[in-house]
Every structure is written in structure tokens, then in C-alpha cells.
């Protein structure tokens, strides 16, 4: 009787530090993200804090109870152990240590298998990584106390203490319709690996990157080459990393000029580039090549690059630039690069009339800003706008149309949630930040843009044509003054990640597939 009143005495209060942990934790990681908006000069309310506190108990808390609750058995099963043969004395300081160590090995490992840099956003820092792990210690301490031998029940002290964390401190989708447009679906050109850009040359043929860091060249007769163009730079290709997109120059047929946005440095200092080269024939090959911007400042990880460019009607060039995930509150200073859309000169310098040139310290290459990771830019010639695309966290992908020097609200305002179900903000709309045309909550994950012209597909004509990776389709969104309709889903049928949508110089639609065996897919109408 006596054993298994001592077994219930452990269950109980394993789950009540357990709880308290889960709790404790998660008040924390929601209070230092909303710190991370309020050092921005974000205002956060007291009504603002408390529903994106109850939030993340009910959303965030859940996930959190899974990677705390494995971290909290394991490190408090092996301090016993260590504690009882090596006959240390008092359980509480070792089984807090062993909480505290335990959490921090289990973020580690966590960290290293996910996709993203970093699962819980609090734990980017120093400062919120302490707290988090403090909690834990919190936890294994009051395991040993509601566990020790002199107690055969919690007493309700203690039991008011774990009720305290849990409680006291806590004080888009739119109708598509069936397409009636009937279209052919061929293969141009297979076994690409992760191509991410396309770019047709003028009399036939197109470039592809691959993310891997290789340029392949499509000749005249739709053939792909066997070897790759040489003379590309070097490429930092890991994780999200590596070659993106590929651009010619308007004077192409008397420059030869191609642009390349990729990433490079290394793992714990790397950037989004651009270089130029001029393309040779036989062999095919980059010439010249020359780097001729590079975002500052370097970052860590292998997320978020961005990296999709198009050129405005007067030559200059603009190139996105994701937030490098972890390094989400930089897209809203003027002092980084990070979570922006730059335009800039062929040569790599600032265009004079950048909206920033002449503000002191912030970088005049910065045409917008407050961008989460913009991976579709077109120009619309006949409308004069430039129009983007850009990835939400769960939720909250986006449609803008950009205009120089303002600001799109990541990470102060979305309408998705952390990967991890944590409330980002508590701001869908903030003042003096501009409002999404189209949300996608879920999350489609665009990649790709393309605007339908030409007289294929006269039932598409102006429609904008967005790739998704998650969603494995193509969505067909129609854009007007007063926002944008996501009106249907095309190629769903191929159940493939489509990386890159282009509209042909004849009018047919391409589409690049994102997957080691990737494909060319052009689509023509029947």
C-alpha cells in the first residue's frame, strides 16, 4: 500500500510540474515576442497582451506540452537516478539542473531536425532562451518538493502555485469555381533538380536555375543541354539555400547579360546576392562575371532569402529579400536589407530617386520594406505596378501591390500564427502599414508569378497566375483597384510543387516543378 501511495505521489506530481512547466513556458516565449514588437515602438495594449496570451495557452501550449513534456521525463528520470546512486543529498537543485539541461538539449535536437531555424521564436535570444530554460528548472524544483518523501499528497499550496502559472499571470478564404478553360499539359524538359527560375532568350530557348547552384541552358529546338553553363559564382546551397533567379537584361540581344540572384557566404554568415555575366556560346559559358550586390547584413541559418528579381521600365532592377526566419524584426528597420525589396541600377548602385536615399542611416537600396519572404514579383506594364508575393508563417501568404517606401507590416502585422501555433502578433492591421490585396490562411506557400497575356488564353488575359509549393498547384487571382479575388486552382491534377510560373513569348503558360526530378511543363490551350 505504502509503494503504491508513493507511485501516486510521483504521477501527480509529475503532471503538476509537468503543467506548470507547459505554462510557465509558454507565458514566457508570448511575453518576449510581444517585447521583441514593443522595442520596434509597436504599442501593445493590456487587451492586445491578454488575448495573445489565452491564445497561445490554447494554440501554442498544446505543441510546447510535447517537446517540454519528452525534455522534463527523461532529464527528471535520469537526476534521480544520479542523485540516488551517487547518494547527493538534496533532489531539488540536481532535478532543476537536470530540467534546465534537459529542455536546452531537446531545443537543440529540435532545432537541428526542423525545417526552420529555429522552433520557438523566444529562443532566438539569449535573454528568452534563459527564461525558457529558468521555467524548466521551475518545474524540476517543484517536482522534488511535491515528490518528497515527508509529503504523501501536493499540499494546496503548492497545488494554488501551479494553478497561479497555468492562470494568474495569463492576467480568408475565397469561393473558386471550376475552370471552363480546357488546356494540354506536355513535358519540355525533365530530371532538373530543384529548378527555381526561368528565363526565355530571345529567337528560343531559356535559362533554368538549379538550386543547387547550376545553370542549364534550353536551346532553340527545346533540347536541354547535358552539361551546365559554366562560370556561375559560387553558391552557398543548403537547407533554402542556393540558386534562385535568373534574369536577362532588356538589351540582351547586343549585351549578352545575364543576372543571377543567389545565396552565398557561409552557414554563420550569408547573404542574398546578385552578379552579372555576359553569356557565351560554344561552349556556353558566363563571362565577366561580377558581383554587384550583396544584401547586408550577413546572417546565420540557411532560410528566407527571397531572391526573385524583375526589371521597371526604366532599367533599374528590384530584387526581394526574405527575413532569414530568425531575423524576422529587421524587415522593419531602415538599417538592414533583411526583409525588403531593393531596386537598383545594372551596375549594382542606388537609383537616386530610391525613396531612402536621402533619409541618414538607412540603406538607400531599399525600395520597401516590412516584407516576410517575397518570392513572385511581376510588373504589370499596362496597369504601371509592380505586384508581390510573399510566403505568411501557418497562414498569412499575401498578395501586394508595392509601391516605394511603404511598409508591409511583417512582423508586426500578419494573419497567420507561428509554426509552433504562438500568436507572431496581435495585429492584423496596424496603422501606417499597408493591407494584403489577398491572404492565404492556410498557407499555400506561392512561389512563382506570372501575368497572362497574349491571345492563348483569352479568358485568363491580366489574371495573375501564382505557384504553390504546399497547396501543389497553380491559383488563378484577379487583381483590381479594390484588393484581388483568388478566383480558381488550376493543375491540381498534377499533384506536383510548383516552383515557378512564366507566361511564354507565345503566349503559352510554363511551369517549373520543385522536386529532384524536376520538370518543364508547358501549358497550351486545346
Known amino acids: 500500500m505504502e509503494n503504491r501511495t508513493g507511485w501516486r505521489r510521483i504521477m501527480v506530481g509529475f503532471l503538476l510540474a509537468l503543467a506548470f512547466g507547459v505554462c510557465t513556458g509558454t507565458l514566457v516565449q508570448t511575453q518576449i515576442n510581444l517585447l521583441a514588437l514593443q522595442n520596434l515602438g509597436v504599442d501593445i495594449g493590456f487587451a492586445a497582451r491578454l488575448e495573445t496570451t489565452l491564445e497561445d495557452l490554447m494554440n501554442f501550449a498544446p505543441i510546447y506540452a510535447i517537446v517540454f513534456g519528452a525534455s522534463f521525463l527523461v532529464s527528471q528520470v535520469v537526476a534521480a537516478q544520479l542523485v540516488r546512486r551517487f547518494g547527493l543529498g538534496t533532489r531539488a537543485p540536481f532535478l532543476a539542473l537536470g530540467a534546465a539541461v534537459g529542455l536546452w538539449a531537446t531545443l537543440r535536437l529540435v532545432d537541428a531536425l526542423a525545417p526552420m531555424p529555429t522552433l520557438i521564436a523566444a529562443t532566438r535570444g539569449a535573454g528568452g532562451l534563459l527564461a525558457m530554460l529558468a521555467t524548466a528548472a521551475l518545474s524540476g524544483w517543484l517536482f522534488a518538493t511535491l515528490t518528497a518523501r515527508r509529503r504523501s499528497r501536493p499540499a494546496r499550496g503548492t497545488v494554488a ?21 480546357e488546356y494540354r499539359v506536355e513535358t519540355v524538359a525533365e530530371g532538373l533538380d530543384h529548378p527555381w527560375s526561368l528565363a526565355f532568350l530571345p529567337g528560343g530557348g531559356a535559362l533554368i536555375t538549379e538550386r543547387g547552384g547550376q545553370l542549364r541552358l534550353l536551346d532553340q529546338t527545346g533540347a536541354l543541354r547535358p552539361d551546365p553553363v559554366s562560370g556561375v559564382p559560387e553558391v552557398f546551397a543548403s537547407g533554402q539555400s542556393g540558386l534562385f533567379d535568373v534574369v536577362i537584361a532588356p538589351d540582351f540581344e547586343h549585351s549578352r547579360e545575364v543576372y543571377l540572384a543567389y545565396a552565398c557566404g557561409t552557414r554563420s554568415a550569408n547573404h542574398t546576392c546578385v552578379a552579372r555575366g555576359r553569356l557565351e556560346q560554344d561552349p556556353e559559358r558566363l563571362a565577366e562575371v561580377k558581383e554587384i550586390f550583396r544584401a547586408r547584413p550577413g546572417k546565420e ?10 526589371w521597371l521600365p526604366d532599367g533599374s532592377l528590384v530584387l526581394s529579400l526574405g527575413d532569414g526566419f530568425d531575423y524576422r524584426e529587421e524587415a522593419q528597420k531602415l538599417t538592414s536589407h533583411i526583409g525588403t525589396i531593393v531596386r537598383i541600377n545594372r551596375d549594382g ?38 505586384i508581390a508575393h510573399e510566403h505568411g508563417p501557418r497562414g498569412g501568404d499575401e498578395i501586394n501591390v508595392i509601391e516605394p517606401g511603404k511598409n508591409y507590416g511583417w512582423p508586426v502585422v500578419s494573419q497567420g500564427l507561428d509554426y509552433t501555433g504562438a500568436r507572431v502578433t496581435p495585429y492584423t492591421k496596424y496603422e501606417g502599414m499597408e493591407s494584403p490585396a489577398l491572404h492565404w490562411t492556410p498557407s499555400i506557400a506561392p512561389s512563382g508569378f506570372a501575368l497572362v497575356r497574349g491571345d492563348q488564353f483569352p479568358d485568363w488575359q491580366g489574371n495573375l497566375l501564382v505557384g504553390a509549393l504546399a497547396d501543389r498547384s497553380v491559383h488563378r487571382v484577379v487583381l483590381a483597384d479594390d484588393g484581388a479575388v483568388d478566383m480558381e486552382t488550376l493543375f491540381g491534377e498534377l499533384d506536383e510543387r510548383i516552383r515557378d510560373v512564366r507566361s511564354g513569348p507565345e503566349g503559352a503558360i510554363y511551369l517549373l516543378t520543385d522536386s529532384p526530378r524536376g520538370r518543364l511543363l508547358r501549358i497550351t490551350a486545346r
Open 161 to 181: 502555485l501551479v494553478m497561479l502559472g497555468c492562470v494568474g499571470l495569463s492576467t480568408g478564404e475565397e469561393a473558386r469555381a471550376q475552370s471552363s478553360v
Open 301 to 310: 541559418g540557411d532560410a528566407h532569402y527571397g531572391g526573385r528579381m524583375v
Open 349 to 386: 548602385s542606388a537609383p537616386q530617386d530610391n525613396p531612402f536615399v536621402n533619409r541618414p542611416g538607412a540603406l538607400p537600396e531599399i525600395y520597401s520594406y516590412g516584407h516576410r519572404n517575397v518570392q513572385g514579383l511581376v510588373f504589370d506594364r499596362e496597369s504601371n505596378r509592380l
